[in-house]
């Protein structure tokens, strides 16, 4: 189960990402199962290596490619995890139906796309088939993690990084409050401005039991940083759920046939534990 105090999560639930980068070098498909074993694999390594990881320690895997995988992991005893969505779906679309098909890990992921200028119709929708999939959760005693991607379209990326997007976050999460929609996380798109970060806190402050973790973007490790130093006196930051700045390099050159199996994960587990040791000193900061 999700530790509301610290969450340090390896995201690698990639479904399309995946069938893109194969479909464009004839790597047959069914070769993304090996990839996310390898992602897992550096997790367990990390899990070794570190006290932290095997406390707060978490995967988000998908039942699509990698339902051997989940099933390793919880018989381990490891905190995995299942999206809930389609694989690059907008607006909202289920993975599964029933949702048991799908959910079968400890916790839930369901990521939505949001503008305030979509169509309202959609933006009900989405909010909508939320409150199914929380109703769901709560019953199958599930932690629910609510991801938001805003997608920048012309706005002046400075300003939209360091105000915009958090503005139409903060505005969302209040939204979904008002429906009574409380996701044990918020899994938020990073940003490098204090204000900004402040924004966010403020709105998922307002319901004391919801915490929120940052995601990565495929951003490079240093600017991940720079994230979370930003995140680190928020009072809901807890950690982050981040995918591809850990592990797409080192599982594409393993598919590539560059590395190893063992080579990849080890490079992952770095990654992994880079980004552990860099929100322990992010928030260490804060409270010297």
Known sequence: MLNPTRVYMLAADHRWQWEEWC??????????????????????????????????????????????????????GIDVGTPAE????????????????????????????????????????????????????????????????????????ATFEASGRPAIIAALIRDAYARGLTPAFWKIEGTLARDGARIIDAAIAERPASRQIILGKAADLATIRRWFEAAAESRTAVGFAIGRSVFWEASAAFLGGMQTADQAAAVICENYLHLVDAWDAATAAQRT
């Open 86 to 157: 389609q694989a690059g779906a907008f607006p909202l679309a289920w993975a599964a139906d029933p949702f048991d098909r799908a959910l079968t890990g400890t916790f839930v992921k369901v990521l939505i796309r949001h503008r305030p200028d979509h169509e309202p119709s959609v933006r009900e929708d989405q909010l909508a088939k939320i409150a199914t999939l929380q109703a769901w959760c709560r019953q199958a005693n599930k932690p629910l993690v609510v991801e938001i991607l805003v997608p920048r379209q012309g706005e002046p990326e």
């Open 23 to 76: 479909d464009a070098r004839a790597i047959p498909r069914d070769r993304i199962t090996d990839a996310k074993r390898v992602a897992a694999d550096g997790f367990l390594s990390g899990r070794t290596e570190s006290q932290a990881v095997r406390q707060f320690g978490a995967l988000l895997l998908d039942e699509q490619y990698a339902s051997a995988v989940i099933a390793d992991g919880l018989r381990a």
